[in-house]
């Protein structure tokens, strides 16, 4: 009978990816109300110290799943491995972080199995022992509740910045680390790893950022884009932008936020010259800190800003530029 929980951990490069951490605060929650058993697998070559890291959360076992076919991400190698770590383990749930590697491999692993694959949830309810996970649609507009009947296992994969990376529980003592023993002899592994995927040239992962400053149409043109690059440095933050900015090629594509850019949930998130229009709002509002500056004090941005400053951003910014490097020196 399927039972306790499995959480899929994602490295690259022997680097754990922060969002995993947000997964797992998912993944603890979802243990302790369901009173099961907590476990995580760790795919690659070599992953030893990322096994480590995690296992100094609160979980019951690590398992490592190594093979000199998973030294690179392909979706062949990942889903026949864990695969196998499935059908041994037989886990009530396997639960994941919502990326562009898990979009890649995860459906194909689910159907292989035959099961079913939530994706993209932001949350979930246990009523009367049932568990409702919580999806976003029409961008953000509305939550649905989805429940499912299918057989387990049953895969679920949550948002970036759904929870809170920092939350996530220690353990009293580090989990047992146990080694999984992988047959890889029959993978054929079909796809040729070659340059890792980035939205765009010469992109920057905003996902990974604990500060993000971003701007607007309010900057009015691209040679006043120094204030505010002027501003993300001085607050040691990522710079960032809502979809006019990058569509008049002022910055590059993959400095945009939205439903058509990036989702990101950094500490915190300054907002320039947004309005605050649904499709910038669904990519930054999870962020833990919100900080609108705007000279409309009806803009939507102001909605869901934990502080708002009505004003001109050609006033503001540079009072906020010289108070930071005030504090820096």
């Known amino acids: 009978m399927s039972q306790g929980i499995l959480l899929f951990v994602e490295q690259r490069d022997g680097v754990l990816n922060r969002t995993t951490l947000e997964a797992l605060v998912a993944s603890q929650q979802l243990a302790a109300g369901m009173s099961e058993s907590l476990s995580a697998a760790v795919l690659g070559s070599g992953v030893s110290a990322v096994a480590s890291e995690i296992a100094a959360k609160k979980l019951d076992k690590v398992y490592i799943a190594e093979d000199s076919k998973l030294a690179e991400y392909t979706p062949d190698g990942y889903t026949a491995a864990l695969r196998q770590v499935i059908e041994k383990l037989d886990p009530r749930y396997v639960i994941f972080s919502h990326t562009y590697q898990v979009r890649d491999f995860a459906p194909r692993l689910t159907a292989a199995l035959g099961k079913t694959f939530v994706g993209d949830c932001i949350g979930y309810k246990l009523e009367g022992g049932a568990l409702l996970l919580t999806r976003q649609i029409f961008q953000g507009k509305i939550n649905t509740d989805v429940g499912v009947s299918t057989e387990p296992p049953i895969f679920i994969s949550f948002q970036t910045g759904?929870?809170?990376?920092?939350?996530?529980?220690?353990?009293?003592?580090?989990?047992?680390?146990?080694?999984f023993t992988l047959d890889m002899s029959g993978v054929e592994l079909r796809a040729k790893p070659e340059e890792k995927f980035q939205e765009a040239k010469q992109a920057v992962d905003l996902t990974q950022a604990e500060r993000i400053v971003s701007v607007g149409r309010g900057i009015k043109?691209?040679?006043?884009?120094?204030?505010?690059?002027?501003?993300?440095?001085?607050?040691?933050?990522?710079?960032?932008?809502?979809?006019?900015?990058?569509?008049?090629?002022?910055?590059?594509?993959?400095?945009?936020?939205?439903?058509?850019?990036?989702?990101?949930?950094?500490?915190?998130?300054?907002?320039?010259?947004?309005?605050?229009?649904?499709?910038?709002?669904?990519?930054?509002?999870?962020?833990?800190?919100?900080?609108?500056?705007?000279?409309?004090?009806?803009?939507?941005?102001?909605?869901?800003?934990?502080?708002?400053?009505?004003?001109?951003?050609?006033?503001?910014?540079?009072?906020?530029?010289?108070?930071?490097?005030?504090?820096?020196g």
């Open 162 to 179: 759904s929870y809170r990376a920092d939350q996530a529980a220690a353990g009293e003592s580090t989990a047992q680390i146990e080694n």
């Open 221 to 328: 043109s691209e040679e006043n884009l120094g204030l505010v690059k002027d501003l993300a440095e001085a607050l040691g933050a990522e710079l960032a932008a809502s979809r006019p900015i990058c569509d008049n090629e002022w910055l590059p594509m993959d400095r945009q936020i939205g439903s058509s850019g990036q989702t990101v949930a950094p500490k915190l998130y300054l907002a320039v010259g947004i309005s605050g229009a649904i499709q910038h709002v669904v990519g930054m509002k999870n962020a833990q800190t919100i900080v609108a500056i705007n000279k409309d004090a009806e803009a939507p941005i102001f909605d869901i800003a934990d502080y708002g400053i009505v004003g001109d951003l050609f006033e503001i910014v540079p009072a906020l530029i010289a108070e930071a490097k005030k504090s820096q």
